[in-house]
């Protein structure tokens, strides 16, 4: 018998052992404790039978596997719950019985071959080795401990010592069973253009299933889910949290059965898939990052937030901050030229843009989405002279270029598929299934990939690219490789994940001065296999202000603003048709990684002066919106507004941010608290200068303007173009204390009883930015708030 393996990280412990029966007990999971000499308060009794045990062994017979917190379950020997392994013996039988033999610890953390896994950053490693002895089957289960970052990532490695080949229906990346509890599973789901919206599911006994069968992480369930103890909220509680280094199909499983255990599976999803694993062969699932926060949910994604940026992101871009783009997509579509695309790229230069994307259309004869996908060569009637003589006028104008592909799909009008037609996925004898009217290539067969690499490398080095968007715009039904034998077709799915895997790597190695960003229909592979190759990944196709509060909202729970793309695009937004004013617009951006998509050249000359404004504010603060601490800030006083803040490091500075839904009268009285600032310095609070458009006004402007005019006439137009009226100027003087217990209660809300300077307007999807800077030490204000906007004539 080992002892207790008893693992540690700055604010966790995680513990199992081994039951006499020689399955491995999983003892605890959560704040961290002090070494015993003796485990047994931890231990699981089992001094008499249950009703209906199976017991795996007639020497302890008050064990039965169905009713033990275990680290790895089989199939069989009496644990009826769903297994983390599942196999398929040469004789058809399908029982497994893993049992310990020996384990090590050691600095340092292994590859895992042919995934992408976190960085080392200090990481320790134990592995343990448990063996069917009656089946030769060798499993080694791995847990790689990140103590500064409170992450335990784990995964599994299956060998197969036998003499025949078997089949592995199930291999999950980890395993954790609770001993019981009230709990709920918290999962992020949703569609196109509304990805990951929080939902949060009670327990009660049964299974609960979060998985992907598109081909991709998808937009229907992220694998990342939390579990969070009853009571938990965003400030405090006990939750937990796991996701997946993997961009594939994915299941979460959780079981609860009735005697209150609830026991979670994550890996690859079983469903379509089946691996031959050859004699002397070995199969490693992916990486699965586990984290347990007694601080509540921003307890919990501030861990996330942490591991992702300093241990999944790599390479160049890793710690630098990110250019402010503009993209020509939802400016232009497949509609565009030379002429059009400079015309942008002036405008952009003149606001502060600082690098431009070419997004889709540029290559064959794409002018809509039915044709070229696999003939990367540029439309030379678009663009003559390519985009080496295009990134080369851009660059002339100060910004970096950047180009949009979709390398891993073929259209069926394309040459590449007049060549190789079979390089597509799809099921001999039977019509394919198009999606967007496009085929996926077949990312199995390594001559797809080698044709890939250099048709990109070829991309890539045409004229100066500094960043890239990969995009994917299709699931993948129909699974199938013509290039594998029957009884490998359920390998397909994750030998197209590895392949794909093999490819970026190779780029990466190729170009490691691109940003790549990562691209799905917009947030359909968001997930820690893409961001170990792309520093940063487009978060929807949804660029709504208004949606974008509930799908940035619910990515930050396992993601930090550090890989979130989020542009200002045009109002009407083109995917609600919902208005938003250009500051709001900008206001929800500026907590991701700021772009501009709309068509720069019809702005109005307001909107070009606050985008300028913005464009300036974003630069000033940039380090700390893309990289400081993010809180999703419970509003005291009204549910219906959201307030999001990000801090820095050492707690001396922060961006807040809030935002309104449908404007309600009666609602006006706010407070903005932040937590995480620094308790013993002062802070000056300011409202950053936003501009209202006041075309919003009507007939209303009368009221607010010197002279008279009509609410839609000409005049009107013409004044709404140039005039930038300025919203209420708000600033305080708060301590730290305060700003983080409490809060400061702002200026009151317009809600029709009268207007005048002191008064926040505050419309439909109305929003304000706050900046707060420590200010001298030593100053201790003993009120609770000072305003300095309010004049002593008040
Ligand atoms: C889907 C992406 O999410 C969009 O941003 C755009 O790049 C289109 N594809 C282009 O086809």
Redesign the pocket.
């Known amino acids: 018998m080992p002892d207790v393996i008893h693992l540690d990280t700055d604010r966790t412990s995680y513990i199992f052992a081994t039951l006499a029966t020689g399955q491995l007990e999983h003892l605890y999971y959560g704040p961290r404790l002090r070494h015993m000499d003796d485990y047994e308060p931890l231990r699981q009794k089992n001094d008499v039978p249950y009703g209906t045990m199976v017991n795996c062994s007639q020497s302890h017979k008050n064990i039965g596997l169905d009713d033990q917190c275990l680290e790895y379950s089989g199939l069989g020997k009496g644990d009826f719950r769903e297994p983390a392994v599942e196999l398929v013996f040469a004789d058809g039988s399908r029982t497994t019985d893993f049992r310990y033999v020996s384990h090590r610890s050691f600095q340092g953390r292994p590859e895992i071959d042919g995934l992408p896994s976190a960085l080392d950053a200090g990481a320790s490693t134990t592995e343990v080795t448990l063996r069917d002895d009656e089946k030769h089957m060798t499993l080694l289960l791995y847990y790689c401990v990140y103590a500064r970052h409170d992450v335990i990532t784990r995964f599994a490695a299956l060998r197969n010592d036998s003499e025949t080949a078997v089949r592995v229906q199930r291999l999950m990346s980890a395993q954790l069973d609770l001993f019981g509890g009230s709990w709920r599973l918290i999962t992020f789901d949703g569609c196109w253009a509304y990805e990951r919206e929080r939902h949060d599911k009670p327990l009660e006994p049964g299974i609960y299933v979060n998985d992907s069968k598109t081909g991709n992480s998808s937009n229907r369930h992220n694998p990342f889910v939390m579990l969070a103890a009853d009571g938990c909220d965003e400030l405090s509680g006990e939750c937990y949290a796991s996701n997946l280094v993997y961009s594939g199909n994915h299941v979460e499983m959780v079981e609860v059965t009735y005697q209150g255990k609830i026991r979670l599976v994550t890996g690859i999803n079983p469903s379509g898939f089946e691996w031959l694993l050859e004699p002397g062969q070995s199969l490693p699932t992916p990486e699965a990052v586990m984290s347990f926060a007694a601080d509540g949910f921003n307890g919990l994604s501030h861990t996330l937030h942490r591991f992702t940026a300093e241990c999944i992101v790599r390479g160049h871009w890793q710690t630098r901050v990110r250019p402010i783009l503009i ?1 020509n ?2 400016a232009t ?1 497949f509609d565009f030229d030379t002429k059009k695309l400079m015309a942008l790229a002036r405008e952009a230069a003149s606001l502060g843009i600082e690098l431009f994307v070419l ?3 540029w290559f064959g004869h794409r002018d809509d ?1 039915t044709s070229s996908l696999g003939d990367w060569k540029v439309n030379e009637k678009k663009l003559p002279g390519g985009i080496a003589e295009l990134s080369a006028r851009i660059r002339a104008l100060g910004l970096d270029f950047g180009i ?1 592909v ?1 390398p891993e799909m073929i259209s069926e009008d394309s040459e590449l598929y007049r060549a190789h037609p079979d390089w597509a996925v799809s099921v001999p004898d039977r019509r394919p299934a198009y999606g967007r009217n496009q085929f996926v290539l077949d990312m199995s067969r390594p001559e797809v990939r080698a044709w890939l690499i250099e048709a990109m490398s070829s991309v890539f080095s045409s004229g100066t690219v500094s960043y890239v ?1 990969w ?1 994917m ?1 299709r699931n993948m039904s129909d699974a199938y490789s013509r290039a594998l034998p029957p009884d490998r077709q359920g390998e397909f799915h994750h030998r197209y994940i590895l392949g794909l895997y093999e490819v970026l790597g190779e780029l990466v190695r190729r170009f490691p001065r691109v940003l790549f960003e990562s ?4 947030g359909n592979r968001f997930d820690l296999g893409m961001l170990c190759y792309m520093p940063q990944a ?1 978060t929807s ?1 949804d660029t709504d202000a208004f949606a974008r509060l509930s799908i940035q909202g619910g990515t930050s729970y396992g993601y930090p603003q550090s890989v979130m793309g989020a542009h200002v695009s045009a109002s009407p937004n083109m995917q609600t048709l919902r208005a938003a004013t250009i500051e709001t617009r900008f206001n929800v951006a500026a907590f991701g990684l700021l772009g501009y ?1 709309l068509d720069l050249t019809m702005l109005s000359s307001f909107d070009k002066k606050a985008i300028a404004a913005q464009i300036a504010f974003y630069k000033e603060h940039r380090q700390l919106l893309q990289f400081g601490q993010f809180w999703r800030v419970p509003n005291r006083l009204d549910d219906d507004k959201t307030l999001w803040a990000v801090v820095s490091s050492d707690g001396r500075e922060a961006v807040v941010g809030l935002f309104q839904g449908a404007a309600r009268v009666g609602r006006g009285q706010d407070i903005i608290t932040v937590p995480g600032l620094d308790p013993m310095a002062s802070f000056s609070v300011t409202g950053r200068t936003q501009y209202l458009n006041v075309r919003a006004f009507g007939n209303l402007v009368n009221r607010v303007l010197p002279i008279r005019i009509r609410g839609d006439g000409i005049v009107h137009t013409v004044l709404s173009s140039h005039y930038l009226f300025k919203m209420a100027e708000e600033a305080y003087v708060a301590n730290g204390d305060l700003l983080s217990a409490y809060g400061i209660k702002l200026l009151q809300q317009f809600s029709g009883t009268g207007y005048n300077e002191q008064v926040r307007i505050f419309s439909d999807y109305g929003s304000r930015l706050y900046t707060m800077r420590a200010i001298d030490d030593g100053v201790r204000l003993s009120s609770a708030v000072s305003s300095a906007s309010r004049s002593s004539s008040r």
């Open positions: 993209n997509w939802e579509e997004d889709d259309g989405d949009w979709e968007k995009d715009n691209c799905a229909y917009g487009w196709d998509e």
